[in-house]
C-alpha cells in the first residue's frame, strides 16, 4: 500500500520560530509537492521538487523554503512562522519521469499549523 | 492550465445518484479531466479520470462530452460516507507538473 506520511498531524509553534514540516513517501517517486489548504481558497501550491536537489517555486512561495536531500523526504522550512500562515498543509507525491502530471497524485494526511 | 468552475455544494439523500458538473471552458488539447475527493481532515484522494466520452471504474463514473469544455462526475447511490469535497481539474501531460485545485464542490449525504 502506497504511503505518503507527514511527520505530525498538529503542530503549535510562536510567531517567529522556525518550522519544519517532514514528509516521506515511500514510493520511489520523482516529484513531491507542499501545498497550504485554507477555508475558501482550495489547495494553494507552495514548492515542488522534480528531482533531489531540485526545487520550484509554486503559486505562493513567499515566506517558506524547502529542502529534498534524498528522493524519499521533503521538507518544508517557515523560517520565521507568521500567524498568516496558520493553515493545512498538504504534502504529495506522484510517478513519473520528467514533469508529467497525468499519474495519480498521492497526498499525505496533512499537518493543521497553529501559530500563536 | 484549464480553469475549472464547479457548484460550491450539493445536498443528497443516501441511495440517490449524485451528478457534480465541472466547467473547464479553455481546456487544453493534452489535459485529462481528473477528479480528486477529499474527506475532512485527510489529503484528497484521486478518483477517476479520463480525456472524453465515459470512463467508469468501482467508485464513480466520468461523462466528459466531444467539446470537452464540461465534465460529469456520476456517483451512483451515494452514502453517508460520500460526504466530502470534490475537485475537478484539468490535467497536462509531459511538461506541466502542477495541479491546479479550485474551491471544490462540498457534497453533504443526508440521512
Known amino acids: 500500500d502506497v504511503k505518503v506520511t507527514q511527520s505530525s498531524r498538529y503542530l503549535v509553534k510562536r510567531t517567529g520560530e522556525k518550522v519544519f514540516l517532514e514528509c516521506v513517501q515511500d514510493?520511489?517517486?520523482?516529484?513531491m509537492f507542499w501545498y497550504r489548504q485554507d477555508p475558501g481558497l482550495g489547495l494553494r501550491l507552495i514548492y515542488f521538487?522534480?528531482?533531489?536537489?531540485?526545487?520550484e517555486k509554486g503559486d505562493i512561495p513567499e515566506g517558506y523554503s524547502v529542502s529534498r536531500e534524498k528522493k524519499e523526504r521533503f521538507s518544508l522550512i517557515l523560517e520565521s512562522a507568521s500567524t498568516n500562515q496558520t493553515s493545512m498543509y498538504l504534502c504529495?507525491?506522484?510517478?513519473?519521469?520528467?514533469?508529467?502530471?497525468?499519474?495519480?497524485?498521492?497526498f499525505g494526511p496533512g499537518t493543521r499549523l497553529t501559530v500563536l | 492550465l484549464a480553469k475549472t468552475t464547479q457548484p460550491i455544494s450539493m445536498d443528497s439523500y443516501e441511495g440517490q445518484e449524485v451528478n457534480i458538473t465541472c466547467s473547464h471552458n479553455?481546456?487544453?488539447?493534452?489535459?485529462?479531466i481528473t477528479w480528486y475527493q477529499q474527506f475532512p481532515s485527510q489529503g484528497p484522494r484521486f478518483i477517476i479520470q479520463?480525456?472524453?466520452t465515459k470512463v467508469t471504474n468501482e467508485v464513480a463514473s466520468l461523462f466528459i462530452p466531444a467539446d470537452r469544455k464540461s465534465s460529469t462526475l456520476s456517483l451512483p447511490r451515494v452514502s453517508l460516507s460520500d460526504t466530502a469535497v470534490y475537485y475537478c481539474?484539468?490535467?497536462?501531460?509531459?511538461?506541466?507538473?502542477?495541479?491546479?485545485f479550485g474551491k471544490g464542490t462540498k457534497l453533504s449525504v443526508i440521512p
Open positions: 479553455n481546456i487544453a488539447t493534452n489535459d485529462y
Open positions: 514510493m520511489d517517486h520523482e516529484n
Open positions: 504529495a507525491s506522484i510517478d513519473g519521469q520528467g514533469r508529467s502530471s497525468y499519474n495519480e497524485q498521492f
Open positions: 521538487s522534480y528531482d533531489v536537489k531540485m526545487k
Open positions: 479520463g480525456y472524453k
Open positions: 481539474l484539468g490535467v497536462g501531460g509531459a511538461g506541466s507538473y502542477q495541479l491546479t
